[in-house]
């Protein structure tokens, strides 16, 4: 494996980990912290959460991880075989669905129905309680889990690769 690639999945593997720990937070305690708020504080945090995450660093790698994931995918199918290459394969392809196919698909645009509500109306309330908390909170938990199992399997995978080519003694 060439240093670059080698230098590629070993950011990889710790970039899925600061992803998966972000979500983390959210369905550990921040969406629970939120909720708590009895509604309009809740509603009006995540809003500004939701146009925020667009301007800092988080973004940059989330969507980022899209891009690698889809590189590394290929480079596993095409220039690794065995059991590596099948963990790097798998840790791409569950980050590309588990994690951005999950928010794309969910995340995102129960984050756009919120954004349009207003604070006080008892309909924002209902929704943010009912539906948007415990929905948005369970996919979120989804792109935890598929953001820690990407990390994982790309270490093992890297770890087999790189004890397979290990010279023996």
Do not use: H
Not at 38 to 50: D, F, K, P, T
Not at 151 to 156: I, T
């Amino acid at each position: 494996m060439s240093p670059i690639l080698s230098f590629l999945m070993q950011f990889a593997i710790l970039a899925y980990a600061l992803v998966a720990g972000v979500f983390l937070a959210f369905s550990d305690f921040i969406m629970r912290a939120l909720a708590q708020t009895g509604g309009s504080g809740g509603v009006e945090a995540m809003q500004v959460i939701n146009r925020e995450v667009f301007r800092w660093v988080f973004m940059t790698l989330f969507l980022g991880m899209a891009a690698v994931s889809v590189l590394l995918a290929g480079y596993a199918w095409i220039g690794l075989s065995g059991l590596g290459g099948t963990l790097i394969v798998l840790a791409a392809v569950i980050y590309l669905v588990g994690c951005f196919g999950v928010t794309v698909l969910f995340n995102v645009p129960m984050n756009e129905a919120l954004a349009g509500m207003g604070l006080t109306s008892d309909a924002t309330k209902d929704y943010w309680l009912q539906v948007y908390v415990p929905r948005w909170t369970f996919w979120n938990s989804v792109r935890t889990g598929a953001a820690a199992l990407s990390a994982a399997l790309l270490l093992f995978g890297v770890l087999w690769i790189t004890q397979s080519q290990a010279p023996q003694g």
